[in-house]
């Protein structure tokens, strides 16, 4: 099957991937950090076939720490934003032993920063400070606060410098965003495959995530070479080359997908069918989100679809393989008008809108209440409560 042949090279790509050698972190943290653990470095690029398609994986070994280092000997890392996904490539940086700053506003974020070692004045810095400062800036801002800053920031791009996103979407969209870079700069990206706190933890762990990476314009003649090593550096444990399009379609359409939107939506709809047929709130939530969550879906990110099926009963097989279609014909057209509402700027014009609001975050917080205080997520939350690892905890 082309679906096991795809996720079979990623699972040989991603059990190789191994981070490099983590320094202690420069001061103690709020939150207890695990330290990543060395590893024998054995693999490195080499071409993969998934699932009848040969691509090129970049791994880990691509850029051991001497030549990471050496990448970015006379370079300061400018991360401007220190929210979840610029906090995670920024402790793994640091922790890689590369030269790095922090750009942030005051408030809640800034405080944050401190408490994990970054010191104001040294390598703690208003946003435009630490522009004007960076030589490789990396815009891990919002997409809604990257388009307000862009005209203050985009003088302080001198020629020689290097502009970093972790997703496409200001430089696509730049018809609604209106970023549209100096000419002079390498323009580059890289997208790791998870949140920030995974990011973090998987580098912690010993890990790495995976990712991809693009270059939108190559001023310097080494633009690919150094967004590779940015990649090693921020934490991946192994890259595919994309580009800027690509990458943020696919994002966009899997976060509103499958990813985040279309499961809470089938998991709602299924939740609710079972408590209207009189079934109870726990036992409509363990077979709808604590079975997927716990016993099926591990078995799928470790050896594919069918191996899963295969590890259930064959009264589970036969009802799957029988209803896996139906719910297949009636989901492609709604995910073919998501594709098609990413692709026409549709998504990014009302994130901008809704996100540039003055009121955004008070709004954001009444629509996560209403899934908070629903009846699923309630019930989820005692469920929770009965996991072995949870028992005496609040």
């Known amino acids: 099957m082309a679906s096991r042949a795809f996720s079979t090279a990623l699972r040989a790509a991603s059990r190789a991937a191994r981070p490099?050698?983590?320094r202690p972190m420069v001061a103690a943290t709020k939150q207890a950090a695990l330290k990543a653990t060395p590893a024998v470095q054995f693999r490195g690029m080499k071409t993969l076939n998934f699932g009848g398609t040969d691509e090129v994986v970049y791994e880990r070994s691509d850029v051991p720490k001497e030549k990471l280092l050496e990448t970015f000997k006379d370079d300061t890392i400018a991360v401007l934003g220190y929210g979840p996904q610029g906090r995670g490539q920024a402790l793994?940086?640091?922790?890689?032993?590369?030269?790095?700053?922090i750009g942030q506003r005051e408030g809640k974020t800034f405080q944050q920063a401190v408490e994990e070692g970054w010191v104001p004045g040294k390598n703690l810095f208003p946003v435009l400070d630490a522009v004007e400062k960076g030589t490789v800036v990396m815009n891990l801002l919002s997409d809604a606060y990257q388009k307000e800053i862009w005209p203050a920031m985009k003088p302080l791009l001198t020629p020689g410098k290097t502009l970093y996103f972790s997703h496409g979407f200001s430089i696509v969209y730049k018809d609604q965003t209106d970023i549209v870079p100096p000419k002079d700069i390498d323009v580059v990206l890289v997208a790791p495959k998870g949140s920030g706190f995974t990011v973090r933890r998987l580098f912690q762990e010993g890990r790495g995530i995976n990712g991809s990476f693009a270059v939108w314009q190559d001023a310097s003649g080494k633009a690919k070479e150094r967004t590779i090593a940015l990649g090693v550096g921020v934490g991946t444990g192994y890259l595919y080359?994309?580009?800027f399009e690509k990458e943020v379609y696919s994002d966009l359409f899997g976060e509103r997908g499958?990813?985040?939107?279309a499961i809470q939506g089938l998991f709602q709809a299924q939740y609710e069918v079972l408590r209207?047929?009189?079934h109870s709130p726990s036992e409509a939530f363990n077979e709808t989100v604590e079975e997927a969550t716990q016993s099926l879906y591990p078995l799928i990110g470790e050896r594919g679809m069918d191996w899963m099926y295969s590890n259930c009963s064959t009264t589970a097989q036969r009802g799957a393989l029988d209803w896996w279609r139906p719910f297949h014909d009636a989901s492609k057209p709604v995910f073919e008008k998501l594709y098609q509402s990413v692709r026409d700027g549709s998504e990014t014009a009302r994130s901008l809108d809704r996100n540039?609001?003055?009121d955004y975050r008070e709004k954001l917080e009444e629509e996560l209440k209403e899934i908070r205080e629903s009846e699923i997520w309630r019930a989820g939350k005692t469920v929770r409560q009965l996991r072995p690892e949870n028992v005496g905890k609040n």
Do not use: F, H
Request: glycine share 12%.
């Open 92 to 101: 793994n940086l640091r922790d890689n032993g590369v030269n790095v700053i």
């Open 356 to 358: 540039s609001q003055p």
């Open 20 to 22: 490099m050698v983590a």
């Open 241 to 243: 080359e994309t580009t």
């Open 258 to 261: 499958v990813l985040m939107g």
């Open 276 to 278: 209207a047929n009189g």
